[in-house]
């Protein structure tokens, strides 16, 4: 089962927020032809120095943003996995994360060297003002 495998995934975006190596987040390949194309998880600050997570989700037609704490995204998220997304992508200053689910529903974790130099803005923002 991937579960276990995704649950060390869920980790390793946090780790990554704490440690403000954080570029950004994406669900993408899907199973078949959908009407949701992809989900993108990004950083935001809140107006009381906190942040949260906005989700948008990307359907053929139209776009819906939410707004959800970090642990209620990776909620999300996981809904998502296998229905109908198989790869789960993290991208930090450390390195890119891709979590994958194959066919007998077994979980995976690939690390490759980092596409981004730069954590995103917002996580930059986040270090400056010490809310993370």
């Known amino acids: 089962m991937y579960e276990p495998i995704f649950a060390l995934f869920c980790e390793r975006v ?6 403000g190596t954080f570029a950004k987040l994406t669900l993408a390949k899907t199973i ?8 993108y ?4 600050i809140n107006e009381d120095n906190t942040y949260s997570i906005a989700l948008t989700t990307r359907y053929k037609t139209e776009e819906i943003e ?10 999300v998220l996981g809904t ?4 109908p997304f ?4 993290l991208f930090t200053t450390d390195n890119d994360v891709t979590f994958k689910v194959n066919k007998k529903n ?3 974790i690939i690390e490759q060297e980092p596409t981004f130099k730069n954590a995103s803005p917002v996580m930059l923002e986040m270090i400056e003002k ?3």
């Open 86 to 89: 198989l790869t789960a992508l």
């Open 32 to 39: 078949g032809d959908t009407e949701i194309k992809n989900i």
């Open 80 to 83: 998502y996995i296998k229905n």
């Open 130 to 132: 010490g809310i993370v």
């Open 106 to 108: 077994a979980g995976s």
């Open 66 to 75: 939410s707004t959800h704490t970090l642990d209620e995204a990776l909620l």
């Open 14 to 19: 946090k780790e990554s927020i704490k440690a």
């Open 41 to 44: 998880f990004r950083l935001a």
